[in-house]
Nanobody
Framework: QVQVEESGGGLVQPGGSLTLSCAAS????????VAWYRQPPGKEREWVGDITPGGTTTHRESVKGRFTISRDNAKNTVLLQMNDLKPEDTAVYYCKVVGPDFWGRGTPVTVSS
């Protein structure tokens, strides 16, 4: 059974950094587009960015220059490096394997002083 799991969330001060990881079992992430989403408190889930099998990345405008998506194929993971975090980045972050639409359960990120 395919399992997708996010990790790396936590509490960070504004201007700080976190790296989230999306790991999967029973599926090779390098073969799929993998997307990151987030759901801020009281709001709808929104797309953050994604990475193609070839490594092309796209990001929502509000995180461009601050967030970077990359792959670690040796570990079968996709990473979301988040720098210069702002309070409005507070959300539960999810990854999705696009196509079969496998979702993880999310990891919470809180940006607060």
């Amino acid at each position: 059974q395919v399992q997708v799991e996010e990790s790396g969330g936590g509490l960070v001060q504004p201007g700080g950094s976190l790296t989230l990881s999306c790991a999967a079992s029973e599926i090779l992430l390098r073969l799929y587009r993998v997307a990151w989403y987030r759901q801020p408190p009281g709001k709808e889930r929104e797309w953050v960015g994604d990475i193609t099998p070839g490594g092309t990345t796209t990001h929502r405008e509000s995180v461009k220059g601050r967030f970077t998506i990359s792959r670690d194929n040796a570990k079968n993971t996709v990473l979301l490096q988040m720098n210069d975090l702002k309070p409005e980045d507070t959300a539960v972050y999810y990854c999705k394997v696009v196509g079969p639409d496998f979702w993880g359960r999310g990891t919470p990120v809180t940006v607060s002083s």
